[in-house]
């Protein structure tokens, strides 16, 4: 067995505590380093969104609905044709010689233009259309 002499445990003490000091200076002096030291600039998050082609020019008008036209603004007009001038075929969202030879029919006119679809509510669901009956 070892013996261990009380001037010994008393250097093993002091060097312990001497490493611990040590450290502990260490760390409070990188601390004090980090409170010190300037906070790096944080430049705000900035989105850009490249326009795509096309994004910047305005968007044509889709009126007068014509032989040719096609749409969603198409696709209402067949719909109302349909429920109320007994369309005969396929909704197709394009008004092709079919609608045309309908809507000569229904409304005595070839094209049929903002006031008319909106006079006439070709534009609004079946869903939401309000009758009076």
Same mark, same amino acid.
């Given at each position: 067995?070892?013996? /261990?002499?009380?001037?010994?445990?008393?250097?093993?003490?002091?060097a312990?505590?001497? +490493?611990? +000091?040590?450290?502990?200076?260490?760390?409070l002096?990188?601390?004090?380093?980090? !409170?010190?030291?300037?906070?790096?600039?944080?430049?705000?998050?900035?989105?850009?969104?490249?326009? !795509?082609? +096309?994004?910047?020019? !305005?968007?044509?008008?889709?009126?007068?609905?014509q032989?040719?036209?096609?749409?969603?603004? /198409?696709?209402?007009?067949?719909?109302?044709?349909?429920?109320?001038? +007994?369309?005969?075929?396929?909704?197709?969202?394009?008004?092709?010689?079919?609608?045309?030879?309908?809507?000569?029919?229904?409304?005595?006119?070839?094209?049929?233009?903002?006031?008319?679809?909106?006079?006439y509510?070709?534009?609004?669901?079946?869903? !939401?259309?309000?009758?009076?009956?």
């Amino acid at each position: 067995m070892i013996q /261990v002499t009380t001037t010994q445990r008393n250097m093993l003490a002091v060097a312990a505590l001497t +490493g611990v +000091g040590l450290l502990a200076h260490y760390w409070l002096q990188q601390r004090q380093e980090a !409170k010190q030291a300037p906070e790096p600039e944080q430049q705000p998050l900035t989105i850009v969104q490249q326009p !795509k082609e +096309g994004m910047l020019k !305005k968007k044509k008008g889709v009126f007068p609905l014509q032989e040719g036209s096609t749409g969603k603004e /198409v696709e209402r007009l067949q719909i109302w044709l349909l429920r109320n001038h +007994g369309w005969q075929g396929e909704i197709t969202k394009t008004f092709d010689a079919q609608t045309l030879k309908l809507v000569n029919k229904a409304l005595q006119q070839d094209t049929v233009d903002k006031k008319v679809y909106e006079q006439y509510q070709m534009g609004i669901p079946i869903h !939401k259309q309000i009758h009076n009956g």
